[in-house]
């Protein structure tokens, strides 16, 4: 199974600010995947991280708002931008591996 | 869009006891999984069910499938304390199986009573 961690593990922003969250899996797969988890909520799928090309986000999650790097088969970022308190959520980076999807342990924004 | 619902939403037994959760889903599916979230942690995976498969188990954890009924349910058979969690039944975003993002339920939060 594939061991993904993720960096910050929480953190606490202004509003109007920017934060990058690191993903680094221990083996080379196939897909990448962000989610975020609202307080008391299910996980919500932000979008998939393509290696080499853009991001494909699913309806309701932008570009602009969620910027999706992956420059390799074991490293993605996720940048939350221009933050606001309703951005205040658990990001979860996943990795799917022999059909069984990973996670990481999530990173925990809290916007003032 | 939300497909798996699981019920209870929540759920308190004694330790010891059973406990079973049920998932309930909309769309044809090839496999189910279910996940296990410590206290706002990351998502540990528990199992995965083909759709050509009834049931599965793992230790103390059995898992049916009943694609005619679009349902599943998860057992956990002696409960202990370290089980108290949240627990997610997740089905394939797409149609496309396991290389797919996931939808997952609303979760049952599960309390064992000591």
């Known amino acids: 199974s594939a061991v993904i961690s993720q960096k910050p593990s929480r953190d606490i922003c202004q509003r109007g600010t920017s934060l990058t969250i690191q993903c680094q899996v221990d083996s080379q797969v196939t897909m990448m995947f962000w989610y975020r988890q609202q307080p008391g909520q299910s996980l919500t799928l932000i979008a998939t991280a393509n290696q080499g090309s853009e991001a494909t986000y699913e309806s309701g999650f932008v570009i602009d708002k969620f910027p999706i790097s992956r420059p390799n088969l074991t490293f993605s970022t996720l940048t939350v931008s221009n933050m606001s308190p309703e951005d205040s959520s658990i990001y979860l980076c996943?990795?799917?591996?022999?059909?069984?999807?990973?996670f990481g342990e999530g990173s925990r924004l809290t916007v003032l | 869009s939300q497909q798996g619902e699981e019920d209870p939403q929540a759920l308190s037994i004694q330790e010891g006891e059973n406990a079973t959760m049920n998932c309930s889903y909309k769309?044809?599916?090839?496999?189910l999984q279910w996940y296990r979230q410590n206290s706002g942690r990351g998502l540990v995976h528990l199992i995965l069910i083909r759709s050509n498969e009834r049931e599965k188990h793992s230790g103390r954890l059995r898992v049916t499938l009943d694609t005619s009924k679009k349902s599943s349910s998860l057992l956990i058979t002696a409960s202990r304390a370290a089980d108290t969690a949240s627990y997610f039944c997740a089905t394939p975003l797409y149609s496309g199986g396991g290389a797919d993002g996931l939808t997952f339920g609303k979760g049952t939060h599960l309390i064992i009573q000591p």
């Open positions: 996943s990795a799917a591996d022999t059909g069984e999807l990973f």
């Open positions: 769309t044809s599916i090839n496999n």
